[in-house]
Every structure is written in structure tokens, then in C-alpha cells.
């Protein structure tokens, strides 16, 4: 190292623990904090930061409203009910404890399998396109 790098550690070394002082104090007549509040007023005493923020709102990109959701069949709504709450209610039978008939327990996990199963088999088989990755210009 030579001495200027030596003479800098040294320096932040010492210094280290010190709250810089970075800005000095404003010395204003008024205080240091009412300056700053004058300086958004324009002459006449109107709020020009007001009028920068409605000139923002303006400027502002606002997305078109989506699209509405396709409609889904019947059958679609009855295997998500079986992947959705065939395993919420096996949950719920074992957190409160509850003796569940074992022809029941059998038909729940029936339910989950045959509507995972029908969605997956119902699935679009098409490759979705490549460069498609959803956004929208």
C-alpha cells in the first residue's frame, strides 16, 4: 500500500462509529423547515405540486379491463370439487377426529383421483406457441 491508501484507512478507521454530517443546517430566518414548504408555492400562493401530481394522473397508464372468464362445463366444476375438497374434508375428518365410515373414506379418495384424472385427460394436447409468453402490448 503506499501512504495515501495507509493515511485513508487510518482515517476511516478512526472516524469509524461517526455519524457523518453530510448537508449543513439551513440558516434561514424562517427556520429550517418553513423554506421548504414555500418552495412548492408559486406566486400567486397556489400549490404547484398539486397541479404536477394531476398532471401525472394524466400521464398515467391505465389498463384495459380483462377479458370475462370463459364459461366452464358442469362436469369440469364437478372434478375440481373432488381435487379441491375431497382432501379438505379428509383433513377435516382427521383434525376433529371424526369416525368416518370406510366406504366414505374410499368414495373421497375416488372423488380426488377421478377428477384429477378427468382433468388431466381433458387437458388441450395442442403445444401452446413458443414465443407466446403471455404479455400484451
Not at 4 to 10: E, V
Not at 20 to 39: S, Y
Not at 109 to 125: C, E, H, K, Q, W
Request: proline fraction near 10%; glycine fraction near 10%; hydrophobic fraction near 40%.
Amino acid at each position: 500500500m503506499h501512504r495515501d491508501d495507509d493515511a485513508a484507512w487510518r482515517a476511516i478507521v478512526d472516524n469509524y462509529g461517526e455519524r457523518a454530517d453530510l448537508d449543513p443546517e439551513p440558516t434561514e430566518a424562517g427556520g429550517p423547515g418553513e423554506a421548504v414548504l414555500d418552495d412548492h408555492l408559486d406566486r400567486d400562493g397556489r400549490d404547484d405540486l398539486a397541479e404536477r401530481d394531476e398532471a401525472l394522473d394524466e400521464d398515467r397508464f391505465v389498463p384495459p379491463a380483462p377479458p370475462p372468464v370463459p364459461p366452464t362445463t358442469a362436469d369440469r366444476y364437478a372434478a375440481w370439487a373432488g381435487v379441491l375438497g375431497a382432501p379438505v374434508v379428509l383433513l377435516a375428518v382427521v383434525v376433529l377426529r371424526l369416525d368416518l365410515p370406510a366406504i366414505l373414506g374410499y368414495a373421497l379418495i375416488a372423488a380426488f383421483v377421478g377428477g384429477f384424472g378427468y382433468l388431466v385427460a381433458t387437458m388441450s394436447r395442442e403445444p401452446r406457441d413458443p414465443g407466446d409468453d403471455g404479455a400484451r402490448l
